[in-house]
């Protein structure tokens, strides 16, 4: 296990402990294998260990021979296009890391109302609240794109973080700035008009790929659709505020991108000032 380990040769014992024999034993998985594992699609490739966890931001600070460690105690998935990775209150735990494409974090209602949470990219993992706490699921993860990702289980994952101090802090600060983003939501929703929450959508995806100094880029854009999801409000409406931007030359659309042309003049606007 790693709380074990003293972070050099004995990394490789890491890759005898039970729940990274659990993950490492057989071929094909059968259906009771693949719930435990928090595989949603039936029809999924999965491949034993294999994926590279290089990129995972949480994991930077492993030496190779810790990763290669890791990745041993881990399984590979490989997802198409919208298929379901974990959904909202399935009973499985553990924890994914991204390795290649994107995924979309949503929540439906029991009336079929679809929230989008968040987007996903390589680097990012996901499927940490129920490997802590031990509670079901509290969102549907899809592939946005074909996707690569590792599932790595909750007790490896447990013992990760306990016998690392680095992963500790980075997982709280993943944590946390989840926090801070709900909470920038809740007050968009509860007290902007609907104009003022587009812009502020706009600042915050323009912040995440800045391109110059009171620039920002958006790449690839969101389609009206989406943004209409995740800020509760209308395709159309969408679209009038991002065309009036475009005519006051605040935004430039291009084919795939979104180019914020004047960033401190949508911060006013967000708040009011124009």
Do not use: W
């Not at 439906?108 to 968040?118: D, F, W």
């Not at 996903?120 to 946005?144: M, N, P, Q, W």
């Not at 790929?209 to 800020?231: D, F, K, M, Q, Y």
């Not at 969408?238 to 401190?264: C, G, P, Y």
Request: hydrophobic share 40%; net charge positive.
């Amino acid at each position: 296990m790693f709380e074990n380990l003293s972070r050099t040769a004995s990394i490789k014992e890491l890759t005898i402990s039970g729940s990274c024999r659990a993950a490492r034993s057989g071929g094909a998985l059968n259906g009771s294998k693949k719930q435990e594992l928090g595989m949603a699609a039936v029809n999924t490739s999965v491949e034993r260990g294999g994926a590279s966890l290089a990129g995972i931001k949480e994991l930077q600070n492993l030496s190779v021979a810790e990763l290669e460690a890791v990745t041993d105690c881990c399984r590979t998935h490989r997802y198409a296009a919208g298929e379901a990775i974990i959904r909202h209150q399935d009973d499985t735990n553990s924890i994914f890391f991204i390795v290649e494409g994107m995924v979309r974090v949503t929540y439906n209602s029991c009336k079929g109302h679809e929230v989008i949470l968040c987007d996903l990219s390589s680097g990012d993992i996901f499927g940490e609240l129920a490997a802590i706490d031990g509670h079901t699921r509290s969102a549907t993860v899809i592939a946005k794109k074909d996707s690569v990702v590792a599932s790595l289980p909750t007790q490896s994952f447990l013992d990760l973080i306990y016998s690392n101090k680095e992963i500790y802090l980075a997982v709280l600060k993943r944590l946390t700035s989840q926090v801070r983003h709900l909470i920038d939501r809740v007050y968009g929703l509860s007290t902007l008009k609907v104009p003022n929450r587009i812009r502020a959508e706009l600042l915050r995806l323009a912040k995440t790929h800045s391109a110059a100094p009171n620039r920002g880029l958006i790449s690839p854009v969101p389609t009206h659709a989406e943004i209409a999801i995740r800020l509760n409000t209308h395709r159309e409406t969408v679209t009038r505020e991002l065309n009036a931007l475009a005519r006051q030359k605040v935004i430039a659309r291009t084919r795939r991108d979104l180019h914020i042309l004047d960033m401190t003049r949508l911060g006013q606007m967000v708040n009011g000032n124009d």
